[in-house]
Each structure stands twice: as C-alpha cells, then as structure tokens.
C-alpha cells in the first residue's frame, strides 16, 4: 500500500490550484504506480481515503468494479468515478481527474506517493 496526497489543480475557481482541497488515499499500486486488482482484492480493507475541502474531512474506501474504480463514501450510495483509472500512474507530478458527487469532473495533482 502507498499513502497518496492528492490536491486539486488549477482551475477557474483556484487559479493556482489549492492545497486545502484534496484527498488522502491508500492505495494498492503495483511497481509502476497503478492501481492493482490482485494487490486489492487481497488488501481491500485497508484501501481507504479521506476527502479534505478546506475545513470539511469525510472518508470512505476504494472499491472496484465493471466500471473501474471509484471512491466510495462510508455510506456506499455514491461512488466518485476515477477518469481512464487502468491508465493514471499515481507517481508525484502526475494529474488524475476524478468526476466528484455534484457531477463535476475535477484535476488533482498528486503531490506526494509514500509507502505506508
């Protein structure tokens, strides 16, 4: 598993991007970074993250399915898609766009990949 800091890229309402607006996430990536099925399906339970947005934190997990992978709140009822998931490499300096609850398709760039 690797800690994952993400923080959301530039956009209209952050020119500069924020550091305040994010998520932390434990991820199973394999050597190159990616996300990996079997590293999961033997590590799902501890494959979670937290959402920061300024002064608001919730958690949830990563799950995985036909549709690819997604990051579901402790309640399960909605589940945040990650965009082309199979292809993103979670290595620092690389984007990953994930489309959040309100619909919006938001960039994050991830700013530090640690092991745990």
């Not at 924020?18 to 033997?42: F, I, K, Q, V």
């Given at each position: 598993m690797?800690?994952?800091?993400?923080?959301l890229a530039r956009?209209?309402?952050?020119?500069?991007?924020?550091?305040?607006?994010?998520?932390?996430?434990?991820?199973?990536l394999?050597?190159?970074?990616?996300?990996?099925?079997g590293?999961?399906?033997?590590?799902?339970h501890?494959?979670?993250f937290t959402?920061?947005?300024?002064?608001?934190?919730?958690?949830?997990?990563?799950?995985?399915?036909?549709?690819?992978?997604?990051?579901?709140?402790n309640?399960?009822?909605?589940?945040?898609?990650?965009?082309?998931?199979?292809?993103?490499?979670?290595?620092?300096?690389e984007?990953?766009?994930?489309?959040?609850?309100?619909?919006?398709?938001?960039?994050?760039?991830?700013?530090?990949?640690?092991?745990?």
């Amino acid at each position: 598993m690797q800690i994952v800091r993400l923080e959301l890229a530039r956009c209209r309402e952050f020119p500069e991007g924020s550091p305040t607006h994010g998520y932390a996430l434990r991820l199973p990536l394999d050597a190159e970074g990616r996300l990996n099925p079997g590293n999961w399906s033997r590590q799902r339970h501890s494959a979670d993250f937290t959402r920061f947005w300024g002064d608001e934190h919730e958690g949830g997990r990563l799950v995985h399915g036909r549709h690819g992978w997604g990051l579901a709140f402790n309640d399960d009822s909605e589940v945040e898609p990650i965009f082309r998931s199979a292809d993103h490499r979670f290595a620092e300096g690389e984007y990953v766009s994930i489309t959040e609850r309100d619909g919006m398709t938001r960039t994050f760039r991830v700013v530090a990949v640690k092991p745990q």
